[in-house]
């Protein structure tokens, strides 16, 4: 009877053990043959790339990178093999053979794997400028402004995006965004300004805020002063224009902007005044000379 008994305890337990997983065993031995792969593959391949790329065989780089991420090098030793390099370097082969579509194809497979990296996402940005994707080409500049809020290259990208499409309030946004960052940015000011008066807006304190932060740029000033005109403030005109003269003396269209101004406030003797300096400049204008006997 006890043998019986102990039979059965035996076979109850054997049945208790699970067998030795088959797919476990399968999947171990083939990360193990990938690994042994890729040791001996890789090393290679990312010299061979890195070759063919300084030598600017683009065909035969493709070739090579479309090996290495097959192979997952990156996955295998990302310090040897980094994700950035492998598909920034792919893509830019692409774009050196003109196949945009698959430089996009690209990037957006490595950005599955890195999809904060910045370098990838405006190169994705700049295929679909090439390709004429602007809808998507923005989306991607939007996406990196959000990213990489402090970059003032990418700011100024955006804008001009903004601004061929004709989204003039959203462009008003990204260039407050740059000025509070840098407010001399002299370039920004400037589309600004237009961006105003394409929105519609009054863009005379955008020309105000320019000058004063840009004094020694007369040109600011003139176009202040102009401003001030149409916006029918020249007495507040004739200030500007006074103070642009003060550093150029020789300005013949300072001069002629302040005697008109002049003339709008009925202050007919600082007109003359300065028509008489514009001709001491420049006698043979005879317009200057017409001017004055009116």
Not at 23 to 47: I, Y
Not at 96 to 114: A, I, N, P, R
Not at 160 to 187: A, T, V
Request: proline letters at 4%; glycine letters at 2%.
């Amino acid at each position: 009877m006890k043998p019986f008994i102990l039979s059965a305890l035996m076979l109850i337990i054997f049945m208790c053990v699970p067998p030795e997983s088959k797919n476990g065993g399968t999947l171990a031995q083939e990360k193990a043959r990938l690994d042994s792969l890729r040791k001996k593959r890789c090393p290679r391949l990312m010299s061979s790339a890195a070759e063919y790329y300084r030598n600017r065989d683009w065909k035969q780089t493709v070739k090579i990178y479309s090996e290495i991420t097959s192979l997952d090098c990156d996955e295998w030793n990302p310090t040897y093999a980094p994700p950035q390099e492998i598909y920034q370097y792919y893509a830019i082969a692409y774009e050196q053979m003109g196949k945009f579509d698959s430089s996009e194809f690209v990037l957006l497979d490595g950005l599955q794997k890195l999809p904060e990296n910045i370098e990838l996402r405006k190169r994705l940005a700049y295929s679909y400028k090439r390709q004429g994707k602007l809808d998507k080409e923005i989306i991607e500049y939007e996406r990196l402004a959000d990213m990489s809020p402090e970059d003032v290259s990418v700011l100024n990208d955006l804008s001009k995006l903004y601004k061929e499409q004709e989204r003039y309030e959203d462009q008003i946004l990204i260039l407050e965004k740059i000025l509070k960052m840098d407010e001399s940015n002299e370039i920004a000011q400037s589309e600004l300004a237009l961006a105003f008066e394409s929105s519609g807006r009054d863009p005379l304190d955008v020309y105000k805020k320019r000058y004063q932060d840009n004094t020694e740029n007369l040109s600011y000033g003139l176009d202040y002063a102009d401003r001030l005109m149409q916006a029918d403030l020249p007495q507040d005109a004739v200030a500007i224009l006074k103070s642009v003269i003060q550093k150029d003396p020789t300005s013949k269209l300072a001069y002629r902007k302040l005697a008109e101004a002049s003339k709008k406030t009925d202050d007919l003797e600082q007109a003359a005044q300065a028509y008489n300096a514009l001709f001491k400049i420049d006698p043979r204008d005879e317009r200057i000379a017409i001017s004055l006997s009116d």
